[in-house]
């Protein structure tokens, strides 16, 4: 008993300078939102958009985003019908582009549609905007693939495993 009311008060004491190291001075925390807000504008470059952090305080880069998704990612039919525009009509900006790249785009804008309340963005239609986006040469892989995606054989992770799976191939041949 002696010593566990000796081991008990120890741990608590090392529990306690753990928290308190763990926790940032208010001199880093403001450095960071400060690094953070930088790299927002670094990344930004335009003149309306640092125009725009501009109205935010600076040491709130949070703001800074929630400005420009407010700016950009607006709910107006507009924003929403242009989002629409570039899912369905994603396409591979080449055969050589990486088919995850190009999947990751996809599933983006469907993101951005369902956020906007858009329920359009089905993991099938993601699915079909996909394989609509893959190069011509590529017809009999898309079309088995379509097959299997309207009996619900497979969703859209499988599909583009199938897809970056025929493009490595397709790599492969045309190094022979």
Request: hydrophobic letters at 40%; a neutral charge; charged letters at 35%.
């Amino acid at each position: 008993m002696k010593g566990a009311s000796v081991t008990a008060p120890c741990y608590k004491e090392t529990k306690k300078e753990t928290k308190k190291e763990a926790m940032p001075d208010d001199e880093k925390l403001r450095s960071d939102k400060m690094t953070a807000r930088a790299w927002i504008g670094m990344a930004l470059g335009s003149v309306q958009l640092i125009q725009l952090l501009a109205r935010v305080p600076k040491d709130d880069p949070v703001g800074a985003w929630r400005k420009l998704v407010e700016r950009y990612e607006s709910k107006t039919l507009a924003t929403k019908s242009h989002v629409f525009k570039s899912f369905l009509g994603a396409r591979m900006a080449s055969i050589d582009e990486p088919v995850d790249v190009f999947a990751a785009r996809v599933d983006d804008l469907g993101a951005t549609l369902e956020s906007m309340g858009e329920a359009v963005a089905t993991e099938a239609m993601r699915c079909f905007v996909l394989l609509g986006g893959v190069p011509d040469a590529w017809e009999a892989i898309r079309e088995a693939l379509k097959r299997e995606v309207e009996e619900g054989r497979i969703g859209f992770d499988r599909c583009v495993n199938r897809l970056v799976q025929y493009q490595e191939e397709q790599k492969l041949r045309e190094q022979q």
